[in-house]
């Protein structure tokens, strides 16, 4: 048994700096990515400012170019409440069917700790239920 233990931990160190490379890897792409994107940001700002300053005027392109940023970002924190909002009923939800489920389980206790048939028939039940809502639970999530 005691012989596992440095196989074991040999293997799990493996995995782990490997994962640890890949995350250090994929952080870097990310930031220059993200570095990349800021700057096309900017360029394309400053250049629909200098077109619009030819036609409206240069104060007047900037109240704009900033009003719609307002809107846009107006718009994703909406969006981001909604998907906020959904989330915490599914939560709620999920979380009341638990309590539930409890309570009952709770309360039929004592009735089956007098009978051991019925004890091991509704363990059996029990497990059963917990796998199918289990396995329920991820094909909702994914949809």
Known sequence: ?????????SVLSTDVSRAVRR???????YA?????????????????GLYLAASVGA????FLI?????AVAALLIAIVAV????????AQRRDSGRALA?????SALPTLMKSKGALTFTLIGGLALLAVMRSGGRETNAN
Not at 1 to 9: G, K, Q
């Open 1 to 9: 048994m005691y012989r596992l233990i440095p196989l074991l931990t």
């Open 23 to 29: 995350a250090k890897r994929n952080a870097l792409v």
């Open 102 to 106: 409890t309570a009952a389980a709770v």
């Open 59 to 62: 104060v007047n392109a900037a």
């Open 83 to 90: 998907f906020d909002r959904i989330e915490r009923r599914r």
């Open 66 to 70: 900033a009003a719609v940023q307002v």
């Open 32 to 48: 220059l990515a993200g570095l990349l994107l800021v700057t096309a940001y900017v360029s394309a700002l400053v250049g629909g």
